[in-house]
C-alpha cells in the first residue's frame, strides 16, 4: 500500500510544480471621457485639442487635413503552468481617439472608443 | 514495474510532454455592425468616425484617405511528445509526437474616402484553422490576402510618416 502511494506521489510530482502570470501592460497615457467630450466639429482648434490631450502619438497628413491620432491600451495576460502543462491568455483592449484638422486648424471629425476596461483576465476558454 | 519505468522516463527528461493552450484577444470588433451600413458615395469621414470610432490605421495614399479597422482572435491547442537524444558533444531533440490545433479570425474593413466621402468599402471577415497531427513536423496554413498585404504596408507607411511629423 506504501509502496502503491509513493509511486503515485512520484508520478504526480511534476503536475505539482508550476508557476502563474497575471499582469496588466499599459502602452500610452489615457484621458477622460469629459475632455473627449468637450472637442465639438467645427469650433474646437487644433491647439485646443493639443492642449486638452497632449501631443498624439502620430500625426499624420491627410488629402484635406491632418489626424492627430492618440490611442492608450491595456493588456492584460494571465498564465498557468504546471510543468508539463500551460494556459495562457492575453486580451489588449484600446482607449482611443482620432481628431481630423482641416487645413485652417479646425476640427472637422472626431471618433473615440473607451475599451481599455474591456480587457479582462482568464482562462482561454 | 512498469509504472515506475514510465515515471523514470519522465522525471529523468527522457520524454518530455507538453501540453499548451492558448488564447490571444487584440482589439474589440464593435464596429462591424457600423462598417456594413456604410454607402459608397454617400457616407462622410465624419459620420463614420462618429459611428465606427477611431480606426486602426489612418494613412494617405495619393488622393484618398484610407481608414482600416481591425480586431482579431486567435487560440492554440498544442500537445507534444518529445524525447532528446543524447549525442557526444551535441544534443539533439526530436518530437516523437505533435499535434496542435490553431484558429484566427481577422476581421478588418478598409475603407477609402475621397474629398472626405466614401469612395470604397472593403469588408473581411476571415477565419482559419490548422490542425496537424504528426510526428516531427509543423502542418501550418497562412492567411494570404491582398487587403492583408495591403495593410500590413499601409501600417508600415503610417509608422514612417509620424516619425517626420512633430507635433
Not at chain 1, 487644433?46 to 489626424?67: D, K, Y
Not at chain 2, 484558429?103 to 475621397?114: I, N, P, T
Request: hydrophobic share 40%; charged share 25%; aromatic share 6%.
Amino acid at each position: 500500500m506504501t509502496r502503491k502511494i509513493v509511486r503515485t506521489a512520484i508520478v504526480l510530482l511534476p503536475l505539482c510544480l508550476g508557476g502563474c502570470l497575471w499582469a496588466d501592460a499599459i502602452d500610452g497615457s489615457s484621458w477622460s471621457r469629459e475632455t473627449v467630450a468637450k472637442i465639438e466639429v467645427g469650433k474646437t482648434t487644433r491647439a485646443q485639442v493639443l492642449e486638452w490631450l497632449g501631443p498624439p502619438r502620430q500625426l499624420l497628413r491627410l488629402t484635406e487635413g491632418e489626424a492627430l491620432v492618440y490611442s492608450c491600451s491595456l493588456e492584460k495576460s494571465t498564465g498557468f503552468s504546471i510543468i508539463v502543462a500551460s494556459t495562457w491568455r492575453n486580451d489588449k483592449q484600446y482607449d482611443a481617439v482620432t481628431v481630423i484638422v482641416n487645413r485652417d486648424g479646425i476640427v472637422t471629425a472626431v471618433g473615440s472608443r473607451f475599451d481599455r476596461d474591456k480587457s479582462a483576465h482568464g482562462m482561454p476558454w | 514495474m512498469k509504472a515506475l519505468l514510465v515515471s523514470v522516463l519522465f522525471l529523468t527528461g527522457c520524454v518530455i510532454p507538453s501540453l499548451d493552450i492558448g488564447r490571444r484577444i487584440d482589439g474589440s470588433s464593435d464596429w462591424i455592425e457600423g462598417a456594413a451600413g456604410l454607402e459608397e458615395g454617400k457616407t462622410t469621414l465624419p459620420e463614420t468616425l462618429a459611428k465606427l470610432g477611431p480606426p486602426s490605421v489612418i494613412v494617405r495614399v495619393i488622393d484618398v484617405d484610407r481608414l482600416y479597422y481591425v480586431s482579431f482572435e486567435s487560440r492554440t491547442i498544442e500537445f507534444t511528445l518529445s524525447a532528446p537524444i543524447p549525442f557526444a558533444r551535441q544534443g539533439r531533440s526530436a518530437d516523437a509526437f505533435y499535434m496542435s490545433s490553431v484558429s484566427g479570425r481577422v476581421r478588418m474593413a478598409r475603407l477609402e474616402f475621397q474629398n472626405g466621402v466614401l469612395l470604397h468599402r472593403d469588408l473581411i471577415d476571415h477565419g482559419s484553422r490548422a490542425t496537424g497531427v504528426v510526428g516531427g513536423a509543423v502542418n501550418s496554413t497562412a492567411v494570404s490576402l491582398a487587403l492583408m498585404d495591403d495593410y500590413i504596408q499601409d501600417r508600415q507607411r503610417a509608422r514612417l510618416e509620424q516619425g517626420a511629423e512633430d507635433p
